[in-house]
Every structure is written in structure tokens, then in C-alpha cells.
């Protein structure tokens, strides 16, 4: 009895004024949100790093501020009470207003109807936290939310083969959300967001990136067998009939041998019983150390870099999908060149205007308009073009319009000035770092060059076989060999 008279008498002090009447508000508010969040935490299988960083790092501040509020309204209203010529106390004033009016039965109903609704409301809020929190765990999210900042990795995204893939089924794996440090580095990006302190672009590689097993490994067995794989890489000349030239090649991917029990081939290095750990020369993973060959925690085989090579150690790391499979889902076309031959392979450039590969390559290369006006800009890049060059055999205005069309959807797929990112900023690691491979030291080259030797002075095998044969190179698709002709797709 004493405790509900002390809570009758105190409840009113809560709204007899509004700093403390807004500390209450905000309390009630974070509660409410905190406790969906928590419920949800603990029922699925966590929240991501983001809305985690929010729901129980920054949400419990607020709550913290409004709890700090209402003392601070009380105090002030005492003050203002206390000072000379200030009148009664406001609380002293509602509490009896209050205890006068709850003598009567119509405000007794009145007052049990505003909790009846209060209560409701509470209902309605927290089904529109549920849906805000569990929002939070979406590409849309992830992807739309810092619109301008993660816009390049969402349109690449979601043309990806990962488009209903759930960015945190990558990016933050399941049980991340316990640990606290997770929360924390999610509340400082959330805040260099919102202060627009970040890199432009966002930095690659990415390094609190989960281990590959706890993400790609839920949907792709590490030790699946790929076998031999047929590739075409097509290109295309600069002539009148944009002719293409087509390599075909078969990729060794290999795997675990059910048989043997071996692993063999590219996908080596993704075996579960060896493993490959390299040193770091620099952030980007560009220059590699020693490289050794670990079997259960110990070193089998070890490679060392060309004597010439310096640098300091900056980390060591253990090879996984993403060393070779970084552009698994945000992937860029490299250079102008692969990406107007990519529009010619699928078609969305016409191969039979004639010299429009050329003429596209070279208003690719050179123009840097705003997004917005690309396709405007590239139409009469397109025409002065052909004005200049051919133009006794300009195409019609509607085929330079869908030209135009195509480009700037390939200029806008990869050139984002307002986050300075251009070409070839995001480098894939598979190939051999352009067409020569024997002045390459880039992507599976780092390694792979043949200059890590070990002690003895056996190579790092940098022999074309290792990783594919060429069956055909630069043909004309119609002398690629009978069996495979009908492979190609162009
Ligand atoms: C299939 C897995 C996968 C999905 C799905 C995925 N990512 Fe990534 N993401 C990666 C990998 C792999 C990297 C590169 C890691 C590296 O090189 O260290 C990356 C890198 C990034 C980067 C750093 C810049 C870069 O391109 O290297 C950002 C930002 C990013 N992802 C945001 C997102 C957003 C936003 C979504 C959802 C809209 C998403 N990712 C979905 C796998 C994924
Ligand atoms: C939630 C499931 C899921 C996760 C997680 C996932 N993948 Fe995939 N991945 C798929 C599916 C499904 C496909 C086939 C898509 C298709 O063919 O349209 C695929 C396709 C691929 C391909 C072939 C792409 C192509 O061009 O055909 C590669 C390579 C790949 N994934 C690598 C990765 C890597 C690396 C990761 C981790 C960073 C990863 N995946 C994470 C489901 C997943
Ligand atoms: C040493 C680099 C390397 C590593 C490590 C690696 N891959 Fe690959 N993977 C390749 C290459 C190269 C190809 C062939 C790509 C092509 O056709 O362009 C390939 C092809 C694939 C394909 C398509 C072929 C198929 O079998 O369907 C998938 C899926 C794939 N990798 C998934 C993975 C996953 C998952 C992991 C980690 C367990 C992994 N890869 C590790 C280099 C690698
Ligand atoms: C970090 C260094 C590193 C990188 C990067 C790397 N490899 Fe390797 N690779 C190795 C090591 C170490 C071996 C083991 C050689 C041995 O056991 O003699 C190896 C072996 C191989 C093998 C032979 C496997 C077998 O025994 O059948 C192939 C094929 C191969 N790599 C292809 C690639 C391809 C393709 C890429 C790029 C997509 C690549 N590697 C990138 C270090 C690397
Ligand atoms: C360590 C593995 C590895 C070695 C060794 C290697 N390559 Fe490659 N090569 C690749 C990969 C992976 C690709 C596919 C790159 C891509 O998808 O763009 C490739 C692509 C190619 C292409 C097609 C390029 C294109 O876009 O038209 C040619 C041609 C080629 N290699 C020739 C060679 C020759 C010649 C050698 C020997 C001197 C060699 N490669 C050694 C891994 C290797």
C-alpha cells in the first residue's frame, strides 16, 4: 500500500513539467525499442554489427539522456519554485489536482481509459520497431541507407550471381553480434557516416572481413570436385567489322579427388587440410613475402621472395575464397576496354554497326562527364566521333542513341566521381595482372611469377599448364574446333 501511494504520488511529477515530461517520453521510447531489439537478438541468429551498433550501443545513450532529463526537469522546477517570488511548487500544485479529480468516478474511468490506450500505443510502437529493427538486416539497408556511400557496392551487387544473397550473410556471418568489439567498430562507421568521415572509395581489402569457411562456406562446399572447366575469352579488334577473336581455354579448378583423397588444381588452396599462409608486404595484398605450406599447424614447404624485393612485414594471412574470389559479388569491369567488350559479348552493343567498337572504346576512354549526363555527352562524343573518322559510314541517329544508351549505363556501373571511384579501383585477384603473362606480378602472379623459390631453389611453379590449357587463341569464332564452336556464346 505504501509503495503504490509513493508511486501515486510520484507518476504526476513526471509530466509537471517538460523537460521531464520529454525525459519520460524518450525513456519509454528507448525501452520499448531496446527490449523488440533484444527479443529478436535473442531469437534469430543476431542482429548485424550495424543495427546492433545502434539498437544497444546508441539507443541505450538515449535512454540514458532522458533518464538524465528527468531529475534535471525536477531540480529546475525546484529552483524556480525556491527563488524569491516564485510561486508553489508546480508538483505540489498537480499532485493535488490530481488527488482532487481521482475522487470522482468519470475521471477514474477517464484516467483507466488513457492507460488502456497508452498501453496499446506501447503495442503499436514496438510492432514499428520490429519492422525498423528487422529492416536492418537487409541488402536495402545495408545498400540504400548511406545512399551516396555504398551505392557502387549495391548496383554491383545486384547484378551479381549474389543479387539474393543478404549482404551480411558475407559480410558479418552469424554469433558476430555478441561481441562487443564488433558493435563498436559498427558505431564508429555508422558515425563516420554520419560526420562524412570515410574513405572515398571505401577502402579495399576489407579487413575485418569473417573467415571465408563461416560465410561462403554455408552455401559452397569447400571441397567440391570442379573438375576441368571450358572458358571463352572473347575481344574484340578495332576494324570496320568489330571482329572478334576468341581464346578458349580449359581452367583446371580441381578440388578434393573423392578418390584419391587429394586436392588438386586452383581450388588447392582452398583445402581444408592444408593451408597456405603468406606474408603481408603492404595493405593492399599486393606484394607477397614468404609463403609457406602449413598441414596440421605445421610449415611443410616455404617459398621465399626475390632477394631484391624489400619491404616490411605489415601481417600474415591465410589464404581463403576471397583471396583470389574478392570480386565475388561487387564486380567492376576493369578498364574501359573490358567493359565495352562485355556490352559486345552480351549484345548490348550492336556488332554489326560498323566501327562502333572502336568508336565506343575511344569515347569510353576519354570522357568524364557528371552521371547524370553521360548518355547526353557520349551521344555527341559518339557523333563527332564517326564525323571525324568515317564519316562517309555514320549509323543512324537511333543506333547512336542506343550506343549512347549502353555506354553510359557501363560509365555509370563503374565511374562514381563523388566517391572517387574510377576504373580499376577494385581490382579482382584472378588472372595474371594483363595479357603478358611474363612480366606480370599481379593478381595470381604475386605468387605465382616464378620468383618465390625455397631454400633449394625450387620455383613457385608459374607454368601456363599449372592453371589452364589454351585450346584455341584469338580465332574467329567460326575456326574455334567443331566440339566447342557451339559452346560459344556470342
Ligand atoms: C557473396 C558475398 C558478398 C555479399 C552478398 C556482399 N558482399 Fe560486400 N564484399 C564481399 C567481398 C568478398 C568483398 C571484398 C573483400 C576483400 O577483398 O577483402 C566485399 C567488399 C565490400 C566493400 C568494400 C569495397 C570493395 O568493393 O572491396 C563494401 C563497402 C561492401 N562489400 C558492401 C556490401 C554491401 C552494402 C552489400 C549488400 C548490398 C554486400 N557488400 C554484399 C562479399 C560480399
Ligand atoms: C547464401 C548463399 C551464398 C553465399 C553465402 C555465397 N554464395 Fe557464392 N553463390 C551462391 C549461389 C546460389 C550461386 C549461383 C548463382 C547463379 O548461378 O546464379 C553462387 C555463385 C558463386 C560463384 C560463381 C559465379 C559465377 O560467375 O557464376 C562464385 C565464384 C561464388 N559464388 C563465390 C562465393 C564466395 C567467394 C563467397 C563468399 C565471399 C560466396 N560465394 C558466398 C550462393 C552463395
Ligand atoms: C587460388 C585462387 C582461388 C581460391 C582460393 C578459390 N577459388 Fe574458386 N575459382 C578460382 C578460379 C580461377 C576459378 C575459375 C574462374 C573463371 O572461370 O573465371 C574459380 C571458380 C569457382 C567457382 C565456379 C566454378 C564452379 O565450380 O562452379 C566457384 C563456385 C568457386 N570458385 C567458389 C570458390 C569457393 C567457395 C572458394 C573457397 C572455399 C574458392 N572458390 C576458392 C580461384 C580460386
Ligand atoms: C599467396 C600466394 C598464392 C597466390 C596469390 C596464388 N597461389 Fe597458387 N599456389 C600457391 C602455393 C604456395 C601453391 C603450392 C605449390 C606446391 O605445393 O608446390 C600453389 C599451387 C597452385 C596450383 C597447383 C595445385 C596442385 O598441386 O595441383 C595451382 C593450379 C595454382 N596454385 C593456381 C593459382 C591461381 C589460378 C591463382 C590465382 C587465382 C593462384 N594460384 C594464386 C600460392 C599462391
Ligand atoms: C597461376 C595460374 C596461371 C598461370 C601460371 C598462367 N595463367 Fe593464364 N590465366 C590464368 C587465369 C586465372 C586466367 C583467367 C583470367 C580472367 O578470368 O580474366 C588466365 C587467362 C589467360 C589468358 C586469357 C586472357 C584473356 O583475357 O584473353 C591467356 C591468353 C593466358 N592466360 C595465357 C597464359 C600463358 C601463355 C601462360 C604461361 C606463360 C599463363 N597464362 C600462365 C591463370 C594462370
Known amino acids: 500500500m505504501k509503495l503504490y501511494r509513493i508511486l501515486i504520488a510520484f507518476l504526476p511529477r513526471l509530466w509537471s513539467n517538460w523537460i521531464t515530461l520529454l525525459g519520460t ?13 533484444l527479443a529478436i537478438d535473442l531469437t534469430s541468429a543476431g542482429l548485424n554489427t550495424y543495427a546492433a551498433a545502434i539498437l544497444f550501443l546508441a539507443v541505450p545513450g538515449l535512454l540514458a539522456f532522458g533518464l538524465l532529463l528527468i531529475p534535471l526537469g525536477l531540480l529546475l522546477a525546484r529552483r524556480r519554485a525556491r527563488a524569491p517570488g516564485g510561486g508553489p511548487l508546480e508538483t505540489d500544485s498537480v499532485l493535488a489536482a490530481f488527488t482532487r479529480a481521482m475522487e470522482s468516478e468519470t475521471v477514474r474511468r477517464r484516467v483507466a481509459f488513457v492507460l488502456l490506450m497508452t498501453a496499446l500505443n506501447v503495442l503499436i510502437f514496438a510492432a514499428v520497431s520490429y519492422r525498423a529493427v528487422t529492416f536492418m538486416e537487409t541488402p536495402k539497408f545495408c545498400g540504400a541507407t548511406c545512399h551516396e556511400v555504398m551505392q557502387p557496392e549495391y548496383d554491383a551487387y545486384q547484378q551479381s550471381p549474389h543479387s539474393r544473397v543478404a549482404c551480411v550473410e558475407c559480410h558479418i556471418g552469424s554469433g558476430a553480434s555478441s561481441a562487443f568489439e564488433a558493435k563498436l567498430s559498427g558505431l564508429r562507421r555508422v558515425w563516420g557516416v554520419a560526420t562524412g568521415r570515410f574513405h572515398r572509395p571505401i577502402g579495399t581489402p576489407v579487413h575485418d572481413l569473417r573467415p571465408a569457411n563461416e560465410t561462403c562456406g554455408n552455401c559452397h562446399q569447400a571441397n567440391r570436385q570442379s573438375g576441368t572447366r571450358l572458358g571463352f575469352r572473347v575481344h574484340f579488334k578495332e576494324d570496320e567489322a568489330n571482329t572478334p577473336q576468341v581464346t578458349a581455354m580449359t581452367f583446371n579448378i580441381g578440388g578434393l579427388d573423392p578418390r584419391s583423397g587429394s586436392w588438386s588444381g586452383i581450388h588447392f588452396h582452398a583445402s581444408t587440410r592444408t593451408q597456405i599462409r603468406y606474408e603481408l608486404l603492404d595493405d593492399k595484398r599486393q606484394t607477397i613475402g614468404k609463403i609457406q605450406k602449413l598441414e596440421g599447424g605445421k610449415v611443410i614447404k616455404e617459398w621465399l621472395p626475390p632477394k ?5 612485414v605489415v601481417g600474415t594471412r591465410i589464404m581463403d575464397c576471397t583471396d583470389c574470389h574478392n570480386r565475388a559479388t561487387h564486380i567492376y569491369d576493369g578498364t574501359p576496354d573490358a567493359a565495352v567488350t562485355r556490352a559486345f559479348t552480351d549484345g548490348r552493343l550492336d556488332r554489326n554497326v560498323p566501327w562502333l567498337y572502336q568508336a565506343s572504346l575511344g569515347v569510353l576512354k576519354t570522357a568524364t562527364p557528371a552521371r547524370e549526363d553521360a548518355e547526353a555527352q557520349f551521344r555527341l562524343a559518339l557523333d563527332q566521333s564517326y564525323g571525324r573518322d568515317h564519316a562517309g559510314q555514320k549509323p543512324a541517329g537511333e543506333k547512336l542513341d542506343r550506343a549512347a544508351h549502353a555506354l553510359a549505363e557501363l560509365y555509370r556501373r563503374n565511374v562514381y566521381p563523388k566517391m572517387n571511384l574510377s576504373w ?31 631454400a633449394d631453389g625450387q620455383e613457385l611453379s608459374s607454368k601456363c599448364e599449372l592453371c589452364h590449357e589454351v585450346v584455341a587463341k584469338d580465332e574467329l569464332p567460326a575456326d574455334l574446333p567443331d566440339e566447342i564452336r557451339p559452346l560459344l556464346r556470342l
Open 424 to 454: 580499376n579501383n577494385y581490382p579482382s585477384q584472378i588472372g595474371h595482372g594483363g595479357p603478358d603473362p611474363g612480366t606480370s606480378k599481379a593478381q595470381c602472379f604475386r605468387c605465382h611469377a616464378g620468383d618465390h623459390q625455397t
Open 25 to 37: 517520453v524518450i525513456v519509454s521510447l528507448a525501452a520499448v525499442t531496446i527490449l523488440v531489439a
Open 308 to 312: 631484391d624485393q624489400v619491404g616490411t
